[in-house]
């Protein structure tokens, strides 16, 4: 199986709350991405949920505004995630506790 498998993932614009065109997660490296159309932006919680539902393993997640890296979630102990913007990858915006 190929590690990269990819959905079309308009049916997910309602949890993502935004328009969602493409999904995709990467097994070996523990790391899913969100591709979403320009100027919109995606819920972190409904987000991160997916791709725990999909592997609880998950470590990253990265998503993307059109062309645009957007934000990315890293996994922190426990069950907390910090979520960063580029292009300051070391700059933490916010942490999700208790997730």
Same mark, same amino acid.
């Given at each position: $199986?190929?590690? %990269? =498998?990819?959905?079309? +993932?308009?049916?997910?614009?309602?949890? !993502?709350?935004?328009?969602?065109?493409?999904? #995709?997660?990467?097994?070996?490296?523990?790391?899913?991405?969100?591709? $979403?159309?320009? %100027? =919109?932006?995606?819920? +972190?919680?409904?987000?991160?949920?997916? !791709?725990?539902?999909?592997?609880?393993?998950? #470590?990253?997640?990265?998503?993307?505004?059109?062309?645009?890296?957007?934000?990315?979630?890293?996994?922190?102990?426990?069950?907390?995630?910090?979520?960063?913007?580029?292009?300051?990858?070391?700059?933490?915006?916010?942490?999700?506790?208790?997730?």
């Amino acid at each position: $199986m190929h590690p %990269d =498998t990819r959905h079309h +993932a308009s049916r997910l614009d309602e949890e !993502f709350q935004c328009d969602v065109l493409e999904i #995709r997660y990467d097994v070996t490296k523990m790391a899913g991405y969100v591709f $979403m159309a320009d %100027d =919109t932006y995606c819920n +972190a919680d409904g987000v991160i949920d997916f !791709f725990v539902r999909l592997d609880p393993a998950v #470590r990253y997640i990265y998503t993307f505004m059109g062309d645009n890296e957007d934000t990315y979630y890293v996994k922190l102990a426990g069950s907390a995630w910090a979520s960063y913007r580029p292009p300051h990858r070391l700059t933490r915006l916010s942490t999700v506790p208790g997730r």
